[in-house]
């Protein structure tokens, strides 16, 4: 009798099980602020794991619901045509609206595997730009600067509280304003109509929480952003970030997302924009969590960038993998990498393990030492796109992940990550002293990897990059593995010099051995670079530095990687006066 009505009732099911989603998302995050006031740094991380599961947990729950429901209806397209339709109108007053939709987008894509991207069944242009939607009062606290600055940091912390104590909060206020006084003084700005405004939310990552805002002086806005630590004495204000660069690391692509707690998402994503120009609104919305409508809004915006750009994808910088093709559009900050159909010697990773890699460093703490990746199927692109040698290198190797269909390519399963310099090339046109500070983040990409118990595998250069702020990050996970698994060994002597004149190895070497004596032969080739090396991080060259690591990770550090400038943080700044 009311059969009409199935496509409603379908729409209310993915709509129902999307409130329910958000429901837990809200309640994992909000969860964050107690697990810090605790100190349970293993609870907060696991809950950022949680949190990206629960996405795909709640979509494989709705899949099911709705193949089930609609029975023989469920590949019919104008029944989802239908569905799409009633489902807007029900979210066009929604302030999540864009999170549903990306939420509807991605039910349809777990239905229909195999299927490109259909605009007619999908949102796959923005409904709106999602800023009709603002709080009635707003989502940020307002303090105007007077000559009493201490007085007006004061005040700002008055609208932050903690289930926990201050180990010296008026300490902690006379060194935020010396700080921030010393910024005043360099940009000779004035106290005119300046402000600090600063989100009512704040962010928590790891063992830290970050109280996050901007400073409006003169028409100009800065970032005013202060991490707090909870010591075992108490909290404490570990720094205030007021550059650009600074505050851009901390939101970096290659960073876990923060937990915050937000109810407009578009709204703090604006904010964030407001003190991170150059950011992508795609990165702003990986950062706060939502990395499946990030993903949302990277398709969206290559979309546009593909239409009104006339170069052709090439293959990007750097030494050919064994594993992957990786091309890229000259005009785009972006890289896409393609699994090859077969790895040659002495490649022993099946293409299911190097799906399960990208997998691992998705849920992994990157300490801001690993890129980020989005994983697209059934990505279509124009094949007049493509150069010809990318293009004939595809179709030769990765023949199974292609289906070419007259004019168009479809690419069935695509990684895409942010544009890097590879840090052998960089090197190559380094001066001394640029070369100097990326063989020395080379050298603490490795460490800060490590401590949070992830061992790169093959570290040769090529496989690191060198991001815009110069942060040298990896992202060749073919190898990856936990630190704990591996075993660091000293090469046992020879007994005679026939062994040691050997072509091989005159002692037995199991799949997980490693011999960190053997680094300085084959990690960097020029000679100059590699003394520095040596003279910054030749503990990496000892089993004992690794087998150090080893030991602290399995009595449960967690070892402090902080995504700032150590001489930012105020123990550098003010040095002995964190005891008075």
């Known amino acids: 009798m009311f059969e009409k009505l199935i496509p409603y009732d379908a729409a209310h099911i993915i709509l129902g099980d999307y409130q329910k989603y958000w429901h837990e998302y809200k309640r994992i995050t909000k969860r964050a602020k107690i697990r810090f006031e605790h100190r349970d740094w293993y609870g907060i991380q696991e809950d950022a794991k949680d949190r990206i599961r629960l996405y795909r947990k709640k979509i494989g729950r709705t899949v099911e619901k709705i193949v089930d429901f609609l029975g023989p209806r469920a590949n019919d397209e104008a029944t989802w045509r239908e569905m799409k339709e009633l489902f807007y109108e029900e979210v066009l007053n929604f302030n999540t609206r864009n999170i549903a939709e990306t939420y509807f987008n991605s039910v349809f894509r777990h239905s229909h595997k195999g299927k490109k991207v259909d605009e007619r069944l999908m949102f796959v242009h923005a409904t709106g730009t999602y800023r009709e939607f603002r709080s009635y009062i707003p989502i940020y606290h307002t303090f105007f600067l007077t000559q009493s600055l201490e007085q007006c940091i004061r005040q700002l912390f008055i609208c932050y509280s903690f289930d926990?104590?201050?180990?010296?909060?008026?300490r902690d206020i006379q060194f935020i304003t010396q700080a921030l006084r010393k910024k005043l003084d360099q940009e000779i700005l004035s106290f005119n109509s300046a402000r600090i405004e600063m989100l009512k939310s704040i962010f928590f990552r790891n063992k830290a929480a970050y109280i996050v805002g901007r400073l409006w002086m003169a028409d100009r806005t800065y970032p005013f952003v202060l991490p707090i630590l909870h010591k075992e004495n108490g909290l404490i204000v570990d720094a205030l970030l007021l550059e650009y660069n600074d505050v851009s690391s901390i939101f970096s692509y290659n960073r876990s997302y923060f937990l915050v707690d937000t109810d407009i998402v578009s709204e703090m994503v604006d904010f964030l924009k407001s003190i991170l120009p150059t950011k992508s609104l795609s990165e702003l919305y990986n950062s706060i969590g939502f990395e499946k409508h990030g993903k949302t809004v990277l398709f969206r915006d290559f979309l546009k960038h593909i239409e009104n750009v006339n170069d052709k994808f090439v293959f990007a910088p750097g030494i050919k993998g064994m594993v992957m093709s990786v091309f890229?559009?000259?005009?785009?900050?972006?890289?896409?990498k393609v699994i090859k159909d077969e790895f040659l010697p002495p490649k022993k990773v099946t293409e299911k393990e190097v799906k399960e890699k990208y997998e691992l460093v998705s849920l992994h703490d990157r300490v801001g030492r690993m890129a980020d990746s989005h994983v697209f199927e059934n990505f279509e692109f124009k094949k007049s796109q493509f150069s010809e040698e990318v293009l004939e290198e595809l179709m030769n190797l990765a023949p199974t992940k292609l289906n070419i269909k007259g004019d168009m390519i479809e690419i069935k399963h695509i990684y895409i990550e942010k544009k890097m310099v590879p840090l052998n090339i960089y090197l190559e046109r380094a001066t001394i002293e640029e070369a100097k500070h990326v063989i020395n983040e080379y050298g603490l990409a490795i460490k800060q990897l490590a401590a949070?118990?992830?061992?790169?595998?093959?570290?040769?250069?090529?496989?690191?990059?060198?991001?815009?702020?110069?942060?040298?990050?990896f992202y060749d996970y073919d190898?990856?593995?936990?630190?704990?698994?591996?075993?660091?060994?000293?090469i046992p002597e020879a007994r005679d010099h026939y062994e040691e004149m050997s072509s091989t190895p005159w002692y037995s070497v199991g799949p997980n051995d490693i011999f960190p004596e053997e680094f300085p032969r084959f990690l960097i080739g020029r000679s100059d670079i590699r003394a520095i090396f040596h003279q910054l991080h030749d503990d990496l060259f000892d089993v004992k530095y690794w087998v150090g690591v080893q030991e602290r990770l399995k009595k449960g550090d967690l070892v402090d990687v902080y995504p700032y400038n150590e001489y930012l943080r105020f123990e550098s700044v003010f040095g002995n006066k964190l005891q008075n």
């Open 164 to 170: 926990a104590p201050f180990e010296n909060l008026e």
């Open 328 to 336: 890229t559009l000259p005009s785009y900050n972006m890289v896409f």
């Open 452 to 473: 949070v118990n992830i061992f790169p595998g093959d570290m040769l250069l090529k496989n690191f990059g060198v991001t815009r702020l110069r942060r040298v990050v």
């Open 479 to 490: 190898e990856i593995g936990f630190l704990t698994d591996y075993r660091f060994r000293y």
